[in-house]
């Protein structure tokens, strides 16, 4: 009954807000709406530019194409519609009564060739009130150098600043000192749990399918909520209405393929459907079976899903079912050793969305949710008399089922304003074992199934009181309960712009974000085997608060740096509460003793503390033109405090990096060949590494019986035995820096159009110059010579020399 109720008071107060939005009365002004589509594939276009020349009145598209904007009555118009890479278009619109224009933007605009007035791509960041939001063209991600041929959207966004990456080679996402749970990943409005492939190493999605990728790291939108550190919104295609379309290519350790086109003859809806899988297990399998005398069969591959359809049943109802499917398996089996072991993990999405114009004015979505993430272990054993066999089972995961209802509301060319209101179910699952034996019955641990609730509410308005003014403003309310614990926080909201002169801008925002969701990350097993939990009434949520401040300048017309270049320079001060991390030596998997029926709960193996990050950064940014990409600086402190670590002191955690560097760069050197390069600098990682190693002894009082070869026992007298070998850590937490990380990839594309499709083939070098970037480092001892002792060194061991790649790729 608890959960209807937080359901009925999420969605009431909208019911009024949507009734006073009804049109009433006599208009003071006239509206003009519509939506901007890509020309062809008649695809929606996200944040298009629409504004009237010479003025700062202006909109843009929301995430479907629509917009909406009401102007004075008078005969006549001009609306000019600008995009990146799109030719921009300016169309005269009469304004005596309320009309509709539709548009659609052709592709391939060349800055060079339009007047400074027509050369405004997109909203300049100079003029929006949002600050700490980056969105990469996913053509120009596509351009950009690859590891083993794979175009990874995180790996270009680790490239930005404020974000740190993870290990070497990994997709593992950072952002101004918050840890990968803290980042709330969605794709089509559905949220993925675990974003990584291959252990980390490549991220789930599939270029090919995307449309936009927008990263907001600060300054959040009150319609975001739910995470502390960053926001990645990733929209799919919605399919080509005009004809079939495809694309792929054939890379060193997968293949893909994407078609998508209209399913009806009237042109009314279209469909996308994409696939993705890695051929490591055909091509290891026969290596492995070889060296093991064809005893074992091991591999790993992995695989994705993409589908989406969407039909327009009339011009203010349209209908929308999206999904993605993916999956990582890795198996072993040695029929020598009676081993069979099995490790999966993957994730499941499926949104359905309906578009509803209720007038010219109120655009209205209502979104149906499902996300699931499991990952699970198997291993069977059977003994060598085939009279003991052992079966181990574990699973863990996390399942929600949400519905959203989201309004665009557009009273005037003043305000912008959204709300509305989201309810997830949530499901966790943080492990479950079955252990079965010969010589044990049976044995089951299982933490039950956790059920909790999560809701929100919100309202934002972006408001231009003037020409200099832009202010983005806005509440959010989250309510969490599960169990006995019940939560209901509010999250204000400011972003602002002041023009300091056109294209100039200085810039500010303040934002508070509460989490009720935690990753238990275990350090001691290089596995997925990360736990998703709940907040409860003895683990209270996550929250942060977080300001930061800067300067937005648009160049449109630079003697050294000519056009289309943006720069943006940003502090931020973040602090973080209630963030747990596990005990010292504690971890999840308890199977130690198969035999003890005590329950252990989670939030006994946990500790929780804060955190504080401050830093300052720069970007350099140019999306189009044939000389495009960025420069990123970042200089940032990051600590956390935890009263069980550390000693209760301060320290920096892993991920700390003072310095942080990214340079790419993307030449179009003519309509066939695209040279890329990109250079990142970081400083070194703080770890804890062993500062000694020793052998303890332990003293043995009494005497010990052994038994000679004839089976006749003899006593002797040892005072000691030579125990096991000890690392000491020293006392301080992460006081160790790694050495610096730096690395230069390259790459070229040669393109060329064939009479039915394009082909390009691509080829790649990751780590360039050879760079033997650390890894991970351990203590060994080093022989001196005969007769000298040994000594202990500490041995960096690095994992990617330089790794050369190649991959045809192919458009119809």
Not at 209 to 215: F, N, Y
Not at 413 to 431: L, N
Not at 445 to 469: C, F, H, K, M, Q
Not at 576 to 591: D, K, P, T, V
Request: glycine share 10%.
């Amino acid at each position: 009954m608890r959960y209807q109720f937080y359901l009925f008071i999420c969605l009431f107060p909208w019911s009024a807000l949507l009734a006073q939005a009804q049109p009433s009365g006599p208009r003071s002004g006239v509206t003009v709406s519509g939506y901007v589509r890509e020309a062809g594939s008649r695809e929606a276009l996200i944040g298009v530019n629409i504004y009237l020349p010479g003025s700062a009145i202006g909109t843009t598209t929301n995430t479907y194409g629509f917009y909406s904007l009401t102007l004075p009555a008078q005969d006549s118009i001009k609306l000019a519609f600008s995009f990146v890479g799109y030719e921009p278009l300016t169309r005269v619109v009469g304004l005596r009564q309320n009309s509709s224009l539709d548009v659609q933007l052709t592709p391939g605009q060349a800055l060079s060739e339009v007047s400074v007035v027509a050369s405004r791509t997109d909203e300049r960041v100079s003029e929006s009130a949002q600050m700490s939001r980056i969105d990469v063209p996913v053509s120009q991600i596509k351009k950009i150098p690859a590891f083993l041929g794979e175009k990874d959207v995180l790996r270009v966004l680790q490239l930005m600043p404020g974000v740190q990456k993870g290990s070497e080679g990994q997709t593992g996402i950072y952002v101004r000192g918050g840890g990968p749970d803290q980042n709330l990943i969605i794709l089509d409005e559905a949220t993925v749990y675990n974003a990584n492939h291959l252990f980390g190493f490549f991220s789930v999605f599939n270029g090919d399918a995307l449309k936009s990728v927008e990263l907001t790291k600060g300054g959040f939108p009150a319609r975001y909520g739910g995470r502390l550190s960053s926001v990645i919104d990733l929209n799919m295609k919605d399919g080509n209405r005009d004809k079939l379309h495809g694309e792929g290519g054939i890379g060193l350790i997968s293949s893909r393929l994407t078609l998508d086109g209209p399913f009806t003859k009237n042109k009314k809806g279209s469909f996308l459907v994409s696939g993705r899988r890695t051929y490591l297990d055909v091509v290891a399998a026969p290596l492995i079976r070889a060296q093991s005398e064809g005893e074992t069969n091991a591999g790993y591959y992995f695989y994705d899903f993409n589908a989406k359809a969407n039909y327009e049943f009339s011009p203010k109802n349209k209908v929308y079912l999206s999904g993605y499917f993916g999956r990582d398996r890795f198996y072993a089996r040695d029929t020598g050793e009676g081993t069979d072991v099995g490790i999966g993990w993957g994730n499941a999405t499926g949104t359905l969305r309906w578009n509803h114009l209720v007038n010219q004015k109120l655009f209205s979505n209502l979104s149906l949710i499902y996300s699931d993430y499991e990952f699970k272990i198997s291993s069977d054993e059977r003994g060598s008399s085939n009279n003991l066999n052992t079966s181990l089972r574990y699973s863990s995961g996390i399942r929600d089922l949400s519905a959203k209802l989201d309004f665009d509301y557009y009273p005037s060319p003043k305000h912008s304003v959204r709300f509305g209101t989201q309810t997830i179910f949530h499901r966790f699952t943080p492990s479950a074992v079955v252990v079965q034996n010969s010589l044990i019955d049976q044995f089951t641990r299982n933490v039950e199934a956790i059920d909790a609730i999560e809701s929100g509410l919100y309202a934002e308005d972006t408001w231009r009181p003037n020409e200099r003014w832009r202010i983005n403003g806005g509440l959010r309310l989250s309510l969490f309960a599960q169990g006995t614990a019940n939560y209901l926080r509010p999250e204000p909201r400011l972003s602002a712009s002041y023009q300091l002169r056109p294209g100039l801008s200085a810039k500010a925002s303040y934002a508070i974000m509460n989490q009720y969701i935690h990753l238990l990350s275990n350090t001691g097993i290089g596995l997925p085997t990360d736990l998703w939990v709940p907040t409860t009434d003895r683990i209270a949520p996550q929250q942060s608060s977080q300001v930061a401040v800067g300067i937005a300048n648009d160049f449109t017309d630079n003697f050294v740096l000519g056009k289309g270049f943006a720069l943006t320079v940003e502090g931020y001060h973040k602090t973080m509460q209630n963030i747990i991390n596990y005990r010292e030596g504690a971890s999840f998997l308890l199977i130690d003793d198969p035999t003890s029926a005590e329950r252990v709960r989670w939030e006994d193996n946990v500790t929780a503390g804060r955190g504080w990050s401050y830093g300052a950064e720069v970007l350099l940014q140019r999306k189009t033109g044939r000389l495009s990409g960025w420069l990123g600086y970042t200089l940032s402190w990051t600590q956390w405090q935890f009263a069980e670590l550390n000693a209760g002191k301060p320290f920096f955690p892993r991920y700390d990096r003072r310095h942080d560097v990214s340079v790419v760069g993307i030449y179009e050197l003519s309509k066939r060949v695209t040279l890329s390069g990109t250079w990142v600098y970081g400083t070194g990682n703080a770890l804890t590494v062993p500062v000694a190693n020793y052998r303890a002894f332990r003293h043995q009082p009494g005497l010990q019986t052994f038994f000679g070869p004839n089976g006749v026992p003899s006593p002797i007298a040892p005072l000691f035995d030579y125990g096991s070998d000890v690392s000491d850590y020293g006392q301080q937490k992460n006081s160790f820096r790694a050495e610096a990380y730096h690395r230069f990839d390259v790459s070229i594309q040669f393109h060329k159009q064939k009479k039915h499709h394009e082909r390009t083939w691509e080829f790649s070098l990751y780590n360039a110059y050879n760079r033997r970037n650390p890894f991970f480092y351990q203590l060994e001892s080093v022989s001196q010579g005969q007769g000298q002792p040994s000594r202990t060194a500490l041995f960096r061991y690095s994992v990617f020399p330089v790794v050369p790649s190649f991959s045809y790729n192919f458009k119809f």
